[in-house]
């Protein structure tokens, strides 16, 4: 991969990027693409596809439920062998207690590029979840778990984390977010000032709910935030009604590898990531009873006021779709390539981002070694971005997987599991988890506040601040 600590950040989600020099230069060499923890090269015979389990393709809005069962899937950890303790996410800060929704949304205008096809068309099915500010009643209602017990199940078996963290031995059902179940929205919100709204993807392979920490975070600060699985790339997306749909990566990714055509791969994925986000886009422009929020937050999103954010492939995912569409006013890239190549200094295959700039602030924020002089898309997106507001910062000691709740999930599983520190350190790095979380949230809300709200931010994201040492400005 050339330089220490290079690695394939598009195409990883939460996984460790350094791979040791061996394995990189047959990574190179075979165009292998490395997403939700597999390495697929050359000499890879094959790999099953996925699809949807169950029959038919939903439509309409119907809320999704939540994982009814957890505790009983727990229980069936245990007796498996699964460490049945459950791991825990730190509690947002703001003044805010979390409501959330999710919502099952179907284009109807779009086939869906991954499934389908033989003279079977099957409409593109997406998951997304609304967290706001709830008001003071919401501990009355139930914390949504970070995945449902059958996400959960698909995760274990296909996870970024992997190899070092074990499978079958984790309960990851067992997890809730801060965010309650169909709380009301908050009724002081400033004299009734609407909500403005930030997105958010997941890196490759990931599902949604991997950048909880940051997004209940930002929900407690007043703020709309609307997650976004990207179905049959994560590893499962549960549907209404129990169905799920698992990824097709593994297969598209030997098919391509087959075929010499990772990079059309790696730029169809992005273009998905994309299109989804621009139909999620114009569900929330929907007024009255066509809009696919309930009732009470009908009317309370600020549409006019919209970011963007995401780690790895997710970050991308957030910068390209700025530049593709004008309703995007900021975006934060959490270490994510944004080019279609396997390796951070290359600067083959641009993604038009990379060719045209941005016109719109966009905040960079890397790993150690990740900046705009060693990352060629960086390099490319900071050098055609003329007069745009732009930042680049480094989290001093962190890693990949860092930039999502594996920052805090992680260091627990080694507990229960008994990983060794190199393993933790390859996923995590060396910065301190709280220090790194709480740098984390300070720039993120900071660079909304100021770009979505017009609020001072105390100098925070104009220089060094002594608060926050573990962050490097990168000039």
Known sequence: MGREGAGNAWQRGTGARRVDGRSARRAGAAGALVVAGLLVAASVGGCSGAGADGAGTGAGRTPRTSAAGTGASAGAAARTGVAAAPLTLPAPTGRYPVGTVSLHLVDHRRQDPWVGGRGRAVPRELMVSVRYPAGAGAGRYPRAPQLTAREAAGFDGLNNFSPPVPRGKVAWAATRTYAHEGAPVAGDRQAGRRLPVVLYSPGAGDPRSFGSTLCDELASRGYAVVT????????AVEFPGGRVARSVMPAEMVKAQKAGRMTQLLKKVSGVRVADTRFVLDELDKRGAASPLPRGLRGVLDTGAVGMFGQSAGGFTAAQTMHDDRRIRAAA??????????????????????RDGVDRPLLLMGMAGDDHHTVASWGAVWRHSKGAWMRDLTLRGGRHAGFTDGQTLIPQVARQVGLPRKDVEKLLGTVDPVRSVAAQRAYVTAFFDRWLRGRADGGLLDGPSSRYPEVKFVR
């Open 228 to 235: 976004i699985d990207h179905p049959y790339e994560a590893p």
């Open 333 to 354: 890239n959490l270490d994510g390539v944004m080019g279609y190549t396997q390796r951070d200094d290359d600067p083959s295959n641009p993604s038009t981002v990379g």
